[in-house]
Every structure is written in structure tokens, then in C-alpha cells.
């Protein structure tokens, strides 16, 4: 072998190593990219799970206050039921009060323009003193939690 033959097979080892390296690094790069991803849907994961861990709980309550509501609705005629009344409305309102502290919230419906992201068209009226698509009554509340619908509002719409 002669000097040039064994400098140009050092050359092409070089060559070939620094390929290597190169392909090594970028491999590398696209590991660290791809772990850093993970990390970052890990923590998005983890802080959705956080902010509505409450929503299973607010969703097998929302027929409690329903009840609660229409409880409260009912006209009592002797002092026994009245005093009964309210202490209903105090729990009632312990009971808002939590659910608000959960960020629970309740959806506004008459007046409003009609959203089907947020209302449900049961019924189509027409009526004075509203405009199209405003809502004319409330069958039912709706409820969000945060940002995030739990139950639409069930509501009558002006046609």
C-alpha cells in the first residue's frame, strides 16, 4: 500500500465517522424533540384533569339542584313548612355556593340570542317584544364548568 492509497482510506474512515456522528446527532435531536412533546401533552393531560376533575361529581348533582329548585318553588301555607322552607333555602344556597367555588356556572338564557353551543331548542314561539332568535323562556337551566358545558339550557325561542 502505498501512502496515498492509505490517506485516502483515513479520509473516507473520517468521511464515514463524521456521517455517522451527524446522523447520531440528528437522531438525538429528534429524540430530545419528541420527549420534550411528550413532557409538554403530559402537563396539558394533567392540568385539564385538574381543572375539571370536579365534572363527573357536578354532573350527578345537576338533578339534585333541579329538585331543589322545584322544592323551593312550592308556596307553604302553616309555620312548620315554612320554617322547613328555609332551611332548605339555606342549604340551597350553601349548596350554590359550592358548586360556584367549583367554577361552576350558570348559563343565562332569557333576553340572550340563541347559541346552540350553549342552548337547546325545545320550543319556537313568536312573540312580541322579542327579537328573532332571542330567547323568550328558560325549561331548563344549563350549567358550565369553567369553560366547558356540562348541560345546556332547554329554552323557548322566539321564531
Same mark, same amino acid.
Given at each position: 500500500?502505498?501512502? !496515498?492509497?492509505?490517506?485516502?482510506? +483515513?479520509?473516507?474512515?473520517?468521511? *464515514?465517522?463524521? @456521517?455517522?456522528?451527524?446522523?447520531?446527532? =440528528? $437522531?438525538?435531536?429528534?429524540?430530545?424533540?419528541?420527549?420534550?412533546?411528550?413532557?409538554?401533552?403530559?402537563?396539558?393531560?394533567?392540568?385539564?384533569?385538574?381543572?375539571?376533575?370536579?365534572?363527573?361529581?357536578? !354532573?350527578?348533582?345537576?338533578?339534585? +339542584?333541579?329538585?331543589?329548585?322545584? *322544592?323551593?318553588? @312550592?308556596?307553604?301555607?302553616?309555620?312548620? =313548612? $315554612?320554617?322547613?322552607?328555609?332551611?332548605?333555602?339555606?342549604?340551597?344556597?350553601?349548596?350554590?355556593?359550592?358548586?360556584?367555588?367549583?367554577?361552576?356556572?350558570?348559563?343565562?338564557?332569557?333576553?340572550?340570542?340563541f347559541d346552540p353551543h350553549f342552548?337547546?331548542?325545545?320550543?319556537q314561539v313568536e312573540e312580541e317584544?322579542?327579537?328573532?332568535?332571542?330567547?323568550?323562556?328558560?325549561?331548563?337551566?344549563?350549567?358550565?364548568?369553567?369553560?366547558?358545558?356540562?348541560?345546556?339550557?332547554?329554552?323557548?325561542?322566539?321564531?
Amino acid at each position: 500500500m502505498t501512502a !496515498e492509497t492509505e490517506e485516502a482510506e +483515513v479520509i473516507d474512515e473520517r468521511s *464515514a465517522a463524521e @456521517v455517522e456522528m451527524a446522523e447520531l446527532n =440528528a $437522531k438525538i435531536l429528534r429524540i430530545q424533540a419528541d420527549y420534550d412533546n411528550f413532557r409538554r401533552r403530559s402537563r396539558e393531560e394533567r392540568e385539564a384533569a385538574a381543572k375539571y376533575r370536579s365534572q363527573h361529581v357536578v !354532573e350527578a348533582l345537576l338533578p339534585v +339542584v333541579d329538585n331543589f329548585e322545584r *322544592a323551593l318553588l @312550592v308556596k307553604p301555607e302553616s309555620e312548620e =313548612a $315554612k320554617s322547613l322552607l328555609k332551611g332548605m333555602e339555606m342549604v340551597y344556597r350553601q349548596f350554590q355556593e359550592t358548586l360556584k367555588n367549583e367554577g361552576v356556572e350558570v348559563i343565562e338564557t332569557v333576553g340572550q340570542t340563541f347559541d346552540p353551543h350553549f342552548h337547546q331548542a325545545v320550543m319556537q314561539v313568536e312573540e312580541e317584544g322579542f327579537e328573532s332568535n332571542q330567547i323568550v323562556e328558560e325549561l331548563q337551566k344549563g350549567y358550565k364548568l369553567k369553560d366547558r358545558i356540562l348541560r345546556p339550557s332547554m329554552v323557548k325561542v322566539n321564531a
